[in-house]
């Protein structure tokens, strides 16, 4: 018999506190504590993705996620919540499956998604983009990166590059990206470089 139910969006899931505690801290937390939720019948869960919460749901319940069959912004969606509501497994397999699919054309989109989610998947994905920089660019992944991330990147001195005249074009295809919010950034992002070794026809 369920005994607690949980209101996400527009559904309701009907859930038993035991399972939800056995597999997650938050759950846990929530129901041994002293917060308010700990004797509801009903939890309202705001701001989060009623179909996410759902595919957590049924992981928590024992079913196999096939991850390969997934968008990755399903993926990505599904590990924050791993990540909020403290599912070590998920998010370990989250995790592996994120280094495994890690190639020159996403690397850069997962990284800024990493930066705010996950700092130990944060790391091994930029080191990725510092030993593939060439291939990035010639991708264009690179304008997926956050200019917080680009920064960091074009000053890390172990960056697999021939010149610094790929630097230079990894800016432009990041401005380029998306002209009209971040040409202002272009002074910024030029103080980065070490202009005495671009080459004049770059």
């Known amino acids: 018999i369920t005994d607690i ?12 506190r035991v399972i939800l505690a056995a597999h997650s801290e938050y759950f846990r937390t929530m129901f041994t504590s002293d917060f308010k939720e700990k004797d509801k019948a009903e939890i309202n869960l705001i701001e989060i993705d009623c179909s ?16 390969t069959l997934m968008k990755l912004s399903q993926v990505q969606a599904v590990y924050a919540l791993a990540l909020q ?23 850069c989109q997962l990284a800024t998604f990493a930066d705010y989610h996950a700092p130990d998947l ?11 920089f060439f291939r990035c660019i010639k991708t264009k ?4 990166l956050s200019y917080n991330l680009l920064v960091k990147l074009i000053q890390c001195d172990y960056l697999n590059i021939i010149n610094e005249d790929q630097i230079l074009e990894s800016l432009n295809i990041w401005i380029d990206s998306d002209t ?23």
Do not use: M
């Open 141 to 144: 992944s690179l304008q997926d």
């Open 180 to 202: 009209s919010s971040r040409k202002k950034l272009i002074v910024s992002l030029l103080c980065h470089l070490r202009l005495a070794y671009i080459s004049p026809e770059s």
């Open 85 to 107: 509501w403290a599912i070590k497994e998920l998010q370990e397999q989250c995790h592996c499956y994120f280094i495994t699919i890690l190639n020159a054309r996403n690397c």
């Open 52 to 67: 996410i919460a759902s595919i957590v749901i049924k992981y928590i319940y024992g079913y196999v996620l096939k991850l």
């Open 5 to 16: 139910k949980l209101i996400i969006g527009d559904r309701s899931f009907l859930c038993h």
């Open 122 to 132: 944060h790391d091994e994905i930029l080191a990725y983009i510092t030993d593939n």
